[in-house]
């Protein structure tokens, strides 16, 4: 089925909400829903429209995977605490290690934590809680990826450890799906989300480990949320898409102290995009791009390189993991 | 014993070459001397020098280790033709390629290419030549960073597997250890030697597998040549000390032809520096880092983002491996 696109300068924010609390509303009649929150726009804008839709009747639950940014789990708690709408955070830390643990090829990766949210974690959680409905922040990009190979295929419910034989009944409720990502900050915005959320930078849904190249240790996510952190207080002004810091799996040659010293290497990508199909790298000036490095060498133990991201996308993506 | 630098706006080239040549030939005697020309500036100044000295019995051998830049032996090989000095070339591709076959640590990496040279290429050349006198082309940096450790202790001897109990009457002649880069660059000018050599960018020991994170293969070389070609062609006509295409050994993700293929990096780097010492990177304009990624990843198989370092030495180094 052809999904019907609507344009970010046709789209009416208000009358938008209206039609997909009525659909929600619908769908899910008198029974139980069931998202996932990962303080991105999409599941934020997906929690509000469900909240609208269902109230008591929507559980959000916001898992803790421990690949967060600093401060990360707080700050989204915060936020919706305010809005009055209940969120539960379940601290999974332990779990997504442990799935981790040994694994270096990036597809490999992508896999554990995929198989560790919806099997382990979130699977649970739908089958315990007996919501025949599930809500999700797909858009229109993450379909048209799915489509040419570059995203997994998502057959929800079998990831969930539902058997679709038995499915029957359970639905997947996606409101956001004819949208690309301006559209859906308008959505937020008007949802009365805070510019923290909706003008937030886009941040993938592997975290901090589509951010480190090779194995995903505690020690490594310490690393590059440090350098995320620096990174992210250097940038935020910057009129960018995104912007990100990417431990590498290389050790590169440095010298302290006088001495040489096998270190690591930061690569700092910030890239100008609409829709992130295609990117352009930001042409930063390189007073911010110095200080940048100064920062992260000096701040961030172990590292002794940074380097910029010059490639476009394609062929490059935007993440590189 | 304390070297005593001669600074460069005290160099006196003809003044120097004359001593330097004098020298030589009193040491030497009526022996015969030896070394090995890589096509730099330091063992090309060196080369002249000691054919000043001692005309046909000094043998200059150039050593093609196969981990040279694109139609290097060659066109080396074509200047000292020019000057009337004879030079022997010797393929030692296989051996070098052998000794680099599965070896991944840095360090390691670096040993199995003195060792090759040394123990089994140049040291069989010396042992077999008779010579008693090594004309060998170190400076004032090398010197200083053998002693804070980060270079290798060079006891040349030893390496070229000459007994040292039985080295009585071997000398090593270093006539350029009083000057740093700069200075040799001015002797090697007054000396006749062309720009292609005394303006050359300065280029590392191992060559091309200083360039190469991880395993050297000759599929790896031919890649990062290729860059290596492509980067020098775009930055010559820039005022750089040294720039260079380092191959990474992670793979990040790309897209080509809309699939996902995890591909390879290429990390620039373009050095502002006096000596070495301390070095900051130039602040190239981004039209030509952007067209640099373009051809890179157009034009080099496999490449699919490139990278262009930040960070100053110290705390990185000039070279990665």
């Known amino acids: 089925m052809k999904i019907e696109e609507i344009k970010t300068k046709d789209l009416r924010p208000k009358e938008f909400i209206k039609q997909k609390v009525s659909e929600i509303s619908a ?4 029974g139980l829903a069931i998202n996932a929150l990962s303080g991105g726009v999409d599941s934020s804008a997906v929690t509000m429209l469900g909240h609208k839709a269902l109230k008591e009747r929507l559980k959000t639950y916001f898992i803790d995977n421990g ?20 969120v539960e955070i379940l601290d999974a830390k332990e779990q997504f290690f442990g799935a981790l643990r ?44 799915t489509v040419a190979g570059i995203k997994r ?86 009129d960018a898409f995104q912007y990100m810091a990417i431990l590498h799996n290389d050790r590169v040659t440095g010298i302290r102290g006088g001495k040489r010293d096998f270190g690591l290497q930061i690569e700092l990508r910030c890239w100008q995009s609409k829709d992130a199909r295609t990117a352009k790298p930001t042409r930063l000036p390189y007073s911010i791009l110095e200080k940048l490095a100064k920062r992260i060498t000096r701040e961030v133990e172990g590292v002794v390189s940074v380097t910029y991201n010059i490639t476009e996308k394609p062929p490059s993506t935007i993440e590189a993991v």
Chains 1, 2 share one sequence.
């Not at 989300?193 to 993938?204: G, M």
Request: one cysteine or more; aromatic letters at 6%.
């Open 153 to 238: 295929q998502h057959n929800v419910f079998a990831q969930l450890g539902i058997d679709p034989q038995e499915a029957f009944g359970y639905s997947i409720i996606e409101p956001l799906i004819q949208l690309r990502k301006d559209g859906v900050k308008k959505i937020a915005k008007s949802l009365g989300l805070p510019p923290s959320i909706y003008a937030r930078i886009p941040f993938p849904g592997p975290a901090l480990s589509a951010r480190i190249i090779g194995e995903v240790t505690p020690e490594k996510i310490e690393i590059v949320r440090a350098a995320t952190d620096i990174t992210e207080e250097e940038l935020c002004a910057r």
């Open 67 to 86: 690949l967060m940014r600093a401060g990360e789990p707080k700050r989204v708690a915060t936020v919706f605490k305010k809005l009055g709408v209940p």
């Open 102 to 145: 040994g694994v270096t090829d990036p597809e490999e990766k992508r896999e554990a934590i995929t198989q560790t949210f919806y099997k382990h974690v979130f699977g649970k959680l739908v089958r315990d809680s007996k919501a025949r409905h599930l809500l999700q922040g797909t858009i229109l990009t993450d379909v048209d990826e």
């Open 27 to 30: 769908s899910v009649g008198g």
